[in-house]
């Protein structure tokens, strides 16, 4: 008893002393060093060993807003480059605070031009600009590319002139700055990127009434993801995506779009009830994406681009509803941060950046 009491004793001395020890600047001077020294470094470099391919969620939500999630966006590493499938709002500070070296920029692939695809593309433009990449940034994309990253680069134009005078040219240096736009037809599959073993297909998919809309699938070392954008269930993407290792799904639950347009409607807020309804017919929901899976063969199927973002675990219960009948093993909803390797020699395993 008298030794507990003891113990008990020391315990409360010391989250005192810690309490007072916090208030003292040269303490917190001495703490912000040691964290800033580590958050600052690029960390993440083992995912660029070149054993196969690495996926990152970046971010997974929808134009539904979410505190924990970021707008879509998918990260590829493949040897020692990673590329972006869509940059939506949000989502490049997923990658830098999980401490992804920017310079290693491969490139973006866009899926379409709706807003929540592209919002972050200045975002990512600065900072693997100045992070070290080795030309301007390549972005990809079917017809209409062109017009995104001329616009965008015209909203940077200042911008690029304030980072060059203030920083000088060895930091930001002028041959590398801004975006170059590469445009594919997006009407029918072809192979849109080829580089030391990564091959990058594009292929359409159901987002009418936007069109085009594509799919990517990337193979690399016998490995090999699909990714859907944003699409209607899509015989296209199951053509594209036979036998993949992981399926990457957008998924929206019609069931839970379909009581936020009644409470909206409920409420008065007519333009949401419009907009809730119009997006019914154009998203896959969770029990078909998990057709689609089947269909495809893939081994894994991982859904993302959430609508509504399911935050909490009854939200995600009901997000899944029915999934389970369809199919019932590997299947993974993703958070922000996820890691997904997929080793040359096969398997697969998840951790988070
Ligand atoms: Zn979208
Ligand atoms: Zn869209």
Request: with cysteine; aromatic share 8%.
């Given at each position: 008893m008298r030794l507990l009491s003891w113990a008990a004793g020391a315990v409360l001395l010391f989250i005192f002393g810690m309490a007072i020890a916090t208030r003292i600047p040269a303490v917190q001077d001495a703490m912000f060093e040691r964290v800033a020294g580590k958050a600052l470094?690029?960390?993440?470099?083992?995912?660029?060993?070149?054993d196969g391919l690495k996926v990152i969620f970046c971010g997974t939500s929808?134009?539904?807003?979410?505190?924990?999630r970021e707008q879509t966006c998918t990260a590829i590493v493949a040897g020692d480059q990673f590329y972006l499938v869509d940059a939506g709002t949000g989502s490049w500070e997923v990658l830098q605070a999980g401490g992804m070296?920017?310079?290693k920029i491969g490139g973006v692939f866009l899926t379409h031009f709706h807003s929540d695809h592209i919002g972050d593309l200045s975002e990512v433009n600065l900072n693997t600009w100045f992070g070290g990449r080795t030309a301007p940034l390549s972005v990809y994309g079917p017809e209409g590319v062109e017009r995104v990253v001329e616009g965008e680069n015209e909203a940077l134009a200042l911008d690029t002139l304030y980072r060059i005078a203030h920083h000088g040219e060895q930091v930001m240096p002028p041959q590398t700055a801004g975006m170059t736009a590469f445009s594919f037809d997006g009407s029918a599959p072809h192979v849109v990127f080829e580089k030391d073993g990564l091959k990058v297909t594009a292929f359409p998919v159901k987002h009418d009434p936007v069109k085009p809309a594509v799919g990517y699938r990337f193979d690399y070392k016998g490995r090999s993801v699909s990714i859907s954008g944003d699409?209607?269930?899509?015989e296209s993407l199951i053509e594209n995506s036979?036998?993949?290792?992981?399926l990457i799904h957008e998924a929206q639950s019609n069931l839970m779009v379909g009581k936020m347009r009644d409470a909206a409607q409920a409420a008065n807020i007519g333009n949401l009830a419009k907009v809730l309804s119009d997006i019914m017919t154009y998203h896959t929901t969770p029990e078909e994406a998990a057709r689609a899976a089947n269909e495809a063969g893939a081994d894994w199927l991982i859904l993302t681009?959430?609508?509504?973002?399911?935050?909490?675990p009854i939200a995600k219960r009901m997000f899944m509803r029915g999934v389970s009948k369809i199919r019932r093993d590997n299947v993974k909803m993703a958070d922000d941060g996820l890691v997904v390797l997929l080793p040359e020699a096969g398997g697969i395993s998840f951790s988070a950046l």
């Amino acid at each position: 008893m008298r030794l507990l009491s003891w113990a008990a004793g020391a315990v409360l001395l010391f989250i005192f002393g810690m309490a007072i020890a916090t208030r003292i600047p040269a303490v917190q001077d001495a703490m912000f060093e040691r964290v800033a020294g580590k958050a600052l470094q690029p960390r993440q470099t083992a995912l660029f060993d070149g054993d196969g391919l690495k996926v990152i969620f970046c971010g997974t939500s929808s134009p539904v807003p979410s505190l924990k999630r970021e707008q879509t966006c998918t990260a590829i590493v493949a040897g020692d480059q990673f590329y972006l499938v869509d940059a939506g709002t949000g989502s490049w500070e997923v990658l830098q605070a999980g401490g992804m070296p920017g310079g290693k920029i491969g490139g973006v692939f866009l899926t379409h031009f709706h807003s929540d695809h592209i919002g972050d593309l200045s975002e990512v433009n600065l900072n693997t600009w100045f992070g070290g990449r080795t030309a301007p940034l390549s972005v990809y994309g079917p017809e209409g590319v062109e017009r995104v990253v001329e616009g965008e680069n015209e909203a940077l134009a200042l911008d690029t002139l304030y980072r060059i005078a203030h920083h000088g040219e060895q930091v930001m240096p002028p041959q590398t700055a801004g975006m170059t736009a590469f445009s594919f037809d997006g009407s029918a599959p072809h192979v849109v990127f080829e580089k030391d073993g990564l091959k990058v297909t594009a292929f359409p998919v159901k987002h009418d009434p936007v069109k085009p809309a594509v799919g990517y699938r990337f193979d690399y070392k016998g490995r090999s993801v699909s990714i859907s954008g944003d699409t209607a269930y899509s015989e296209s993407l199951i053509e594209n995506s036979k036998g993949v290792d992981v399926l990457i799904h957008e998924a929206q639950s019609n069931l839970m779009v379909g009581k936020m347009r009644d409470a909206a409607q409920a409420a008065n807020i007519g333009n949401l009830a419009k907009v809730l309804s119009d997006i019914m017919t154009y998203h896959t929901t969770p029990e078909e994406a998990a057709r689609a899976a089947n269909e495809a063969g893939a081994d894994w199927l991982i859904l993302t681009h959430f609508t509504p973002p399911p935050d909490n675990p009854i939200a995600k219960r009901m997000f899944m509803r029915g999934v389970s009948k369809i199919r019932r093993d590997n299947v993974k909803m993703a958070d922000d941060g996820l890691v997904v390797l997929l080793p040359e020699a096969g398997g697969i395993s998840f951790s988070a950046l």
